[in-house]
């Protein structure tokens, strides 16, 4: 178990680094690109299509770290004011409702990216295949269910995470 441990933290930390990366890189080229224009006056093509592509992947792979601190799901105000066998029971609905419908959107980002990759478009400035966008959604969503996952073994098996009354939702 403490290897599935260490590798669920290396994989967390690596979420973390990509998803930070992204807007870092996205934040610079949308500051080179205003400079570009603004200042010197001569355009930059690639910095509009590259920030999009950019936010999209930071997005997607970052969905998992709002999952992990379990800031995404519920409205705590309603569910700790139900009494706790309950609470118990809704928020286990919740997280497998949340999982099915990650895995569901992943499932639909792959037929989508396949159906794109059949075209063979691709973004003008950059020459991206459009596909990938699809195939990153898909990714961020198979990380979504990964996360949840280990969100329910969390909260319910290893009872690491708890929702005490009058106190918000936190890890412990």
Known sequence: ???????????????????????????????????????VQIPFPYGEETT???????????????????????????????????????????NWLMTLTYAALAVFS???AFIVQGYGQHSPAIGLPMSALYYLMM????????????????IFIEKSIKFNEGEEAGVL
């Not at 599935?4 to 080179?32: E, H, N, P, R």
């Not at 990714?139 to 969390?154: A, H, P, Q």
Request: proline share 2%.
């Open 139 to 154: 990714v961020g969503f198979i990380i979504s269910v990964i996360e949840n996952i280990v969100l329910f073994y969390r």
């Open 1 to 39: 178990m403490k290897t599935l441990a260490k590798i669920y933290f290396v994989f967390g930390k690596l979420q973390d680094v990509t998803s930070i990366t992204c807007f870092i890189l996205m934040t610079i080229i949308t500051l080179i690109s205003v400079f570009m224009r603004f200042v």
């Open 52 to 94: 999009r592509y950019l936010m999209i992947a930071g997005l997607m792979i970052g969905i998992g770290m709002g999952i992990r601190d379990n800031s995404h799901q519920g409205v705590e105000s309603i569910v700790l004011r139900i009494p706790e066998k309950p609470r118990n029971i809704v928020l286990a609905g919740i």
């Open 110 to 112: 792959a037929q989508f």
